[in-house]
């Protein structure tokens, strides 16, 4: 095969890639997917998704990986890598959708269709560290909870959680540029 990479037709021809990519880019998302494998197992792990630069400084890479890790073996292989990325590249109301599921999935953090006070506070505890101490933190996520639950059952559903979240455009910030992601 020598220097060229080749994706083999049974990825290239997935439905839900071909719908989502041109065989281009999947050829250079499988490129770099194969530049990030540094032991060559067909797999990535965490480690070698934190010779990514941007994800090395990222709270959250662990909660994003476990979400892309499907299979839940603890690596992420092609087909997950590529499923996993075309959540972020489309701009259509489909994607806006998946990206806002795919927030929601980084807080539902015992993966029961809910976000609890347990799991908002785990999440949130990552994300600002020792920059508020538990009591603070319990505050603000009692305070968030309150305000967004609006059925009053002490947890958020992914309309409840859409509703609050609406208004931040926070599915624009859930973008990759496959242009620049080859350059990875």
């Known amino acids: 095969m ?10 290239l021809h997935k439905e839900k890639f071909a719908a989502k990519f041109s065989n281009d880019e999947l050829q250079r998302l499988f490129r770099n997917f194969k530049s990030l494998d540094a032991n060559n197992d067909g797999y990535l792990s965490k480690e070698e998704f934190l010779q990514i630069e941007a994800l090395q400084q990222n709270p959250l890479v662990s909660r ?60 949130l505890k990552i994300m600002v560290g020792d ?8 505050q603000l996520v009692d305070r968030t909870i309150l305000q967004a639950d609006k ?13 609050f979240i609406s208004g931040s455009d926070i599915e624009s910030k859930l973008v990759i540029d496959l242009a620049v992601a080859s350059q990875m």
Request: aromatic fraction near 10%; hydrophobic fraction near 35%; charge should be negative.
């Open 2 to 11: 020598g220097n060229t990479v080749e994706v083999s037709g049974k990825d």
């Open 64 to 123: 994003v990986l476990e979400i892309f890790d499907d299979d839940g073996n603890d690596k992420i292989d092609f087909s997950e890598f590529v499923q996993a990325l075309s959540i972020f590249c489309a701009n259509d109301q489909e994607e806006k959708d998946a990206k806002i599921k795919f927030a929601f999935r980084i807080y539902d953090v015992n993966n029961d269709g809910w976000i609890s006070n347990g799991d908002l506070f785990r999440i």
């Open 131 to 138: 920059n508020l101490n538990d009591t603070q933190l319990q």
């Open 151 to 163: 059925d009053k059952d002490g947890k958020l559903s992914i309309q409840e959680f859409q509703t």
